[in-house]
């Protein structure tokens, strides 16, 4: 069976969740809108942002490429189906135009508009400014670590046609000052807000400010870990977090950053609703060997990691979990498929979970970040991640304590161990969030080095390996004099990409 490539139109990510008729309660040129509630603009950039993210415009692509994913090569009922396909490095234009129009376009205008809607209400509407910014923050996150050098302090900007593109790492301080901003901005005590009464315009946290601050300061950690390979000087402002305390950001499953979906047509998650129109409801993607050589290692682990049959689908046949060989055929009866109950109708997008915190956490102490090496603590803290991401996904709690407690407090023998150890986790932990996953594994090691150690698949190109977006061919890039002139290819690193 062929790949399927396809596209979301604006009309179904407005119709994707509930209550669609409010969605669509704008003036008719939304990224220009001037007498419009801010609430309808940041729900319309909600949907399309989340609905990018679980796509085949972005979470297909680079899941294939960045080998989270796999395609199943020949496999009649895998996404490659005898085609050419991402996990090969064959990229279609529309996955690359429709991923930086529905980041810059959908998404970022239309919660810069609203930031400024917000601002100059009267009385001013602090909370709702400060909650566009911080998803304003997240997006131009995927936007750089997408594609890497691009428009950030001229965007957006109505009287500049052709804004410069920045560079990576003036874009990653921006995502840290709009934090920044937001953390000033909001205001616990107003009733002014996005999501107030349960009005459900706030499709994360439903109006709940103390979360939205402390989402707010987990992105920024983000950021600093992003950066801080190639710019040391961020070590002491991840030490400046720590400083202050680390019960203020993300510091519970209740905090999680993510939006559901429904199981009602035209509202699930595409993940699920692509192998229900295309592949007679089978899941088009198998397991890589890179994900269960960690999960399901030889020798086998004391206590199997309770995860695999949430992830995977195993083959009766099988006796272990064996992910496909980067742009290999998928075998039926050997190789495990994603999940039906990973890819679920009502699966949320997820953007920030409390595992990913505590695994971010576990890596300043173990890397000595702005603070001390602590290997004892980065060690308890890699267990608690553990536990949480077992919960996450469904484990029940005695296994999930099973399994993070074969790791006892002291666990790692040296500091190279523990950050291999880390670093691996949380690839494993983000393997279906598509680019999440794809920028933890580039942040994990400098080239040759990162974790897990990944080779050019078969079938593709000959090297370097994948590590960006193209520029999509756009009249806004093209025309553009202040975009780059040359291409920049594929398998060409970003800055923070050492």
């Not at 603070?371 to 004892?376: I, Y």
Request: proline share 6%; charged share 20%.
């Amino acid at each position: 069976m062929k790949k399927i490539i396809y596209t979301f139109s604006v009309l179904t990510l407005l119709l994707t969740l509930s209550s669609c008729k409010k969605y669509l309660d704008i003036n008719k040129s939304p990224n220009t809108a001037t007498a419009v509630d801010p609430k309808l603009l940041f729900s319309y950039a909600s949907v399309a942002y989340i609905n990018l993210r679980s796509s085949g415009d972005l979470y297909i692509p680079v899941g294939l490429a960045s080998q989270s994913l796999g395609g199943g090569g020949n496999n009649p009922t895998g996404w490659s189906g005898g085609d050419p396909s991402a996990d090969t490095y064959t990229f279609s234009a529309n996955f690359l135009n429709n991923t930086w129009v529905s980041l810059y376009v959908r998404a970022g205008a239309n919660l810069k508009q609203a930031i400024k809607l917000s601002e100059a209400a009267s009385p001013v509407n602090n909370n709702a400014a400060a909650q566009c910014k911080v998803l304003l923050a997240m997006v131009v996150y995927d936007i750089t670590t997408t594609f890497g050098d691009v428009p950030f302090t001229e965007a957006w900007n109505p009287d500049i046609i052709y804004p410069k593109f920045d560079d990576q790492k003036t874009v990653l301080e921006g995502t840290i000052s709009i934090l920044d901003e937001a953390l000033a901005q909001f205001d616990e005590a107003s009733p002014l807000k996005i999501g107030a009464n349960a009005d459900g315009y706030d499709l994360f946290y439903k109006g709940d400010i103390a979360k939205w601050k402390k989402l707010a300061k987990s992105l920024k950690l983000r950021s600093l870990l992003t950066m801080v390979d190639k710019d040391p000087t961020k070590a002491a402002a991840v030490g400046a977090i720590f400083s202050a305390g680390t019960t203020s950001l993300v510091s519970s499953a209740a905090d999680n950053a993510l939006i559901a979906y429904q199981d009602i047509a035209n509202k699930r998650n595409p993940k699920y609703a692509i192998g229900l129109q295309y592949n007679n409801g089978n899941n088009f993607f198998f397991a890589t060997k890179p994900v269960t050589d960690i999960m399901d290692p030889t020798p086998a682990l004391a206590v199997a990691d309770p995860r695999l049959p949430k992830f995977f689908d195993k083959p009766a046949t099988a006796t272990k979990y064996v992910g496909v060989v980067p742009g290999d055929d998928g075998v039926d009866a050997l190789n495990p498929r994603i999940a039906k109950s990973l890819h679920s109708p009502t699966a949320p997008e997820v953007m920030f979970t409390y595992q990913e915190q505590l695994f971010n956490e576990a890596e300043v102490y173990a890397r000595g970040l702005g603070v001390a090496v602590d290997l004892a603590k980065a060690s308890q803290l890699y267990k608690n991640a553990l536990q949480a991401s077992c919960l996450f996904f469904g484990v029940d709690a005695t296994s999930s304590t099973n399994f993070s407690n074969q790791y006892p407090v002291g666990v790692f023998s040296s500091q190279a161990e523990a950050i291999r150890a880390i670093h691996a986790q949380q690839w494993v932990d983000k393997m279906d969030r598509g680019l999440d996953a794809f920028t933890q594994w580039r942040r994990s090691g400098v080239d040759g080095s990162e974790v897990p150690v990944l080779t050019l698949p078969l079938g593709a190109p000959a090297g370097p390996i994948f590590r960006r977006y193209e520029y999509p061919i756009l009249n806004e890039i093209s025309r553009n004099p202040n975009a780059p002139k040359t291409t920049i290819k594929y398998n060409e690193k970003m800055w923070f990409d050492l």
